[in-house]
């Protein structure tokens, strides 16, 4: 399957390389976020994928659901901060994960982020968080961000000399695709998926590889 460019994404349908005009720093230590009610076991593929790359890959450990966003953000910035040393990060989210990682940069002025793939991204509430908002109100924190058209776009520009990718799933319930073409240098890609299926398929993992690290072969198999 082929994605489709959206918005200010790449009209050509090809796959982002180190070659587009801009030096991509090198990305040493990928993490993967994961969304709203969702098990990690979800971005295991893309773990296990993005390994053959990075020995350091990891899945970030939060609560399913009724999280301390304040104190979830607090954490990815503390990891994110600026340690002194070298080592680049390329974060990896789905749904409301790139809702953390955006406050997160935002918030942290020396990070080492270099790059940030967005799949699915809370931007726009689609139509099962409305349903939901409507049966339990603001109970659930994450659905009453997600819920508020202005908090759900906070940091929408959480860095701009970040690399970034975001990925639309073609079918989903869980958010709804916003245009992003006022944000500069953004590749933004729609593929054949469901909200739940996007961050597992091999096609939109191979994506994610080609923007995180170019033409490099993995180093392992």
């Known amino acids: 399957m082929h994605s489709i460019p959206l918005a200010h994404g790449r009209t050509d349908g090809s796959l982002p ?8 720093s090198r990305i040493d230590r990928i993490v993967l976020i994961p ?5 990690r076991t979800l971005m295991f593929p893309m773990c296990f994928r993005l390994r053959r790359f990075r020995k350091h890959v990891s899945i970030w450990h939060d609560r399913y659901v009724f999280r301390n966003t304040e104190a979830s953000i607090s ?28 406050q997160a940069i935002a918030r942290t002025q020396n990070h080492r ?5 967005s799949i699915a991204p809370v931007i726009g509430c689609g139509f099962i968080p409305k349903i939901m908002h409507c049966l339990g109100g603001d109970l659930i924190p994450e659905i009453a961000i997600i819920a508020n058209p202005e908090k759900a776009m906070a ?24 245009d992003l073409s006022h944000l500069p240098d953004v590749d933004v890609r729609c593929v054949p998926a469901t909200h739940m299926s996007v961050v597992m398929q091999p096609n939109v993992i191979s994506i994610v590889e080609r923007f995180l690290f170019g033409d490099e072969m993995p180093t392992r198999q």
């Open 75 to 102: 954490r990815l910035a503390e990891l994110i901060s600026d340690d002194k040393s070298a080592e680049r990060i390329g974060i990896v989210t789905h749904s409301f994960g790139d809702w953390i990682a955006r």
């Open 113 to 117: 982020v270099g790059g940030l793939v």
């Open 35 to 39: 969304g709203l009610m969702e098990p």
């Open 17 to 24: 390389s180190h070659d587009d005009g801009d030096v991509r």
């Open 155 to 178: 940091s929408l520009q959480c860095d701009p000399k970040v690399k970034r990718m975001v990925i639309w799933a073609q079918i989903d319930l869980g958010v709804r695709r916003v």
